[in-house]
């Protein structure tokens, strides 16, 4: 496979469910990012990563959980989510964060994630 | 704060015509600002790059331009075709910050 690639695409889940989001870069990035894309809302950086270290948390409450074991992986562990988190997660991977100029971002499918 | 708006929700063109989107900011000094497509279903997909110090950039039918005076990015379609039909995005970057607009919906009419 190349690129980006998210699994599962679509999760449904209880408030009291834990669930695992999972990212693949195949791209040979050292940067990794997830999102957050609600209706009618920006997309929502959430954390960053750059060579396995994460290097931003944007105020992400703690039932969102990241791991980043390897510069090619990275998960989004949730635990007792609440309905308003029911959103589209996308992944996305660069060569690295900061000022590079050429920074571009390659984004994964999304998990379309929905919380009962 | 930082803010980012982007012209409308929606836009609709004429098939043909050049469509123009827009990318305001306040509070905020990019380094560069980024446009991207995003179609139903997937993830945004990366179009052009424009930097600060850069007035306009083209890419095949693709015009950018960056005015760090008015805050202002616009976003040009020429020769627009349905298959443009998408929702764009603008992001602007300075350091590891990144901010995304919302998107304007374009929808190109036959």
């Known amino acids: 496979e190349t690129g980006v690639t998210q699994t599962p695409r679509h999760l449904v889940m209880g408030m009291t469910n834990k669930k695992s989001l999972k990212c693949e870069q195949h791209?040979?990035?050292?940067?990794m990012y997830w999102y957050k894309q609600s209706a009618k809302k920006p997309l929502e950086l959430m954390f960053v990563y750059n060579f396995k270290e994460q290097t931003e948390n944007n105020s992400v409450p703690s039932r969102f959980s990241p791991e980043c074991p390897n510069s090619s992986h990275l998960f989004l562990h949730l635990h007792t989510l609440q309905p308003e988190d029911s959103a589209l997660y996308l992944c996305?991977?660069?060569?690295?964060?900061?000022?590079?100029?050429?920074?571009?971002?390659?984004f994964g499918p999304g998990t379309r994630l929905t919380v009962l | 704060s930082q803010k980012i708006e982007q012209n409308s929700e929606a836009l609709n063109i004429q098939e043909g015509k050049t469509a123009t989107l827009t990318c305001n900011y306040t509070n905020y000094s990019p380094a560069y600002l980024q446009w991207y497509r995003q179609d139903p279903g997937r993830g945004p997909v990366f179009l052009l790059l424009?930097?600060?110090?850069?007035k306009e950039k083209r890419k095949e039918r693709l015009k950018v331009t960056f005015d760090t005076t008015l805050k202002q990015s616009l976003f040009h379609i020429t020769a627009s075709q349905p298959a443009d039909s998408a929702t764009y995005l603008c992001a602007l970057h300075r350091d590891d910050k990144i901010i995304f607009g919302k998107g304007t919906r374009l929808h190109i009419l036959p």
């Open positions: 424009i930097r600060e110090n850069e």
């Open positions: 791209l040979g990035h050292n940067a």
């Open positions: 996305a991977s660069s060569r690295s964060p900061g000022t590079s100029e050429e920074n571009e971002q390659f």
